[in-house]
């Protein structure tokens, strides 16, 4: 099922509107990443959410393997969720 064409094309699209997303509510609310922590934090833990993934999805040959990468996507995804509601970059303190 890892090597069906829509599994192999999927998650280029979603890591693709994430970054956007990412980037577009930073332009949309006036505040550029690097500039302001919190969207640094978010845009960190989007490109985590994506190399998780994509460990998880290519990389992880064993499926304890893709397990724990799954927790960590999920984990990082958690964490992206909380701190563009919080707008606080240390929200897991």
Not at 23 to 36: E, K, M, N, R
Not at 38 to 43: F, M, N, R, Y
Not at 45 to 72: D, E, M, N, Q, S
Request: with cysteine; glycine share 8%; hydrophobic share 60%.
């Amino acid at each position: 099922m890892l090597f069906a064409k829509p599994v192999k094309i999927f998650p280029h699209v979603n890591d693709t509107v994430l970054l956007l997303t990412a980037l577009s509510a930073g332009y949309v609310s006036g505040q550029l990443p690097f500039a302001d922590a919190w969207l640094t934090a978010k845009l960190a833990g989007v490109i985590a959410y994506i190399v998780f993934g994509a460990f998880g999805l290519h990389y992880g040959k064993t499926k304890a393997k893709r397990c724990i990468f799954l927790l960590a996507a999920l984990a990082s995804f958690g964490y992206v969720i909380a701190v563009a509601a919080t707008r606080n970059p240390l929200v897991i303190f």
